[in-house]
């Protein structure tokens, strides 16, 4: 079966900085990769999708990469501010599924 | 406005006490699915459904059941509920039928507790 894995730690950055954020697979290739936003209590939020023959995709200040050779995908939030404080998802087309992983759990400091 | 909604938000019951969680879209979305979250384990799909009339189990479907009569509807029915599936429920819809390359719609979730 599919495996997803998310940096289980929170990522703690200062205002200002570029969080970057990891999301490695095991056992298939997807497709598609997504990333949405979770905050506490609420649906998560679609971001961005990214297609297996895209290296890398941008909207505003976030901005994705995906690696098909070594299974991972990266999500980067420049000039990160308080505000994009939240849980990061990213999730990925198996078979006729969505599967997500667990989560990484982003504070930015002022 | 586009919105997926689920009802209710917060329930508290007893175990074997049949409940069902409603869920509806208004986007006409072929696409449809349930998941819970728990702390750790992240989201995990219980059913999905490609359209009317068709389900399919995910990845957690035990002691669950659904049902896809209308396009914009899909309710989760839990018949005998279990301390374990204590949880938090969200409904999820999109366009593709099978759900992965267009961006996927959450209802506001559902708070379950089974005592």
């Known amino acids: 079966s599919q495996k997803i894995e998310q940096n289980s730690e929170a990522l703690n950055i200062q205002e200002g900085k570029t969080a970057t954020l990891t999301c490695n697979y095991t056992?298939?290739?997807?497709?598609?990769l997504q990333w949405y936003r979770q905050d506490p209590g609420r649906g998560p939020v679609f971001l961005l999708l990214?297609?297996?023959?895209?290296k890398e995709k941008r909207k505003e200040r976030l901005k994705v990469t995906f690696d098909t050779t070594l299974k991972q995908s990266l999500f980067h939030i420049t000039a990160s501010q308080p505000a994009d404080s939240a849980t990061y998802l990213c999730?990925?087309?198996?078979?006729?599924?969505?599967?997500f992983g667990a989560g990484t759990i982003l504070r930015v400091k002022s | 406005e586009a919105q997926v909604t689920q009802n209710p938000r917060y329930l508290i019951t007893v175990t074997g006490k049949k409940l069902t969680v409603t869920c509806s879209q208004n986007?006409?979305?072929?696409?449809m699915s349930w998941y819970r979250q728990d702390p750790g384990l992240g989201l995990r799909q219980i059913y999905y459904?490609?359209?009317?009339?068709?389900?399919d189990k995910g990845d957690v479907p035990e002691g669950y059941k659904v049902s896809r009569k209308e396009k914009r509807n899909f309710p989760l029915i839990l018949e005998s509920p279990s301390p374990n599936q204590t949880s938090l429920y969200f409904c999820?819809?999109?366009?593709?039928?099978?759900?992965?390359?267009?961006?996927?719609?959450f209802g506001q979730g559902t708070r379950l507790t089974v005592v």
């Open positions: 459904s490609m359209n009317v009339e068709v389900t």
């Open positions: 999730a990925l087309e198996y078979g006729n599924k969505l599967v």
């Open positions: 990214i297609r297996e023959n895209e």
């Open positions: 986007m006409n979305h072929e696409y």
């Open positions: 999820a819809s999109s366009t593709h039928r099978t759900g992965g390359n267009t961006e996927a719609f």
């Open positions: 056992n298939y290739s997807p497709a598609y």
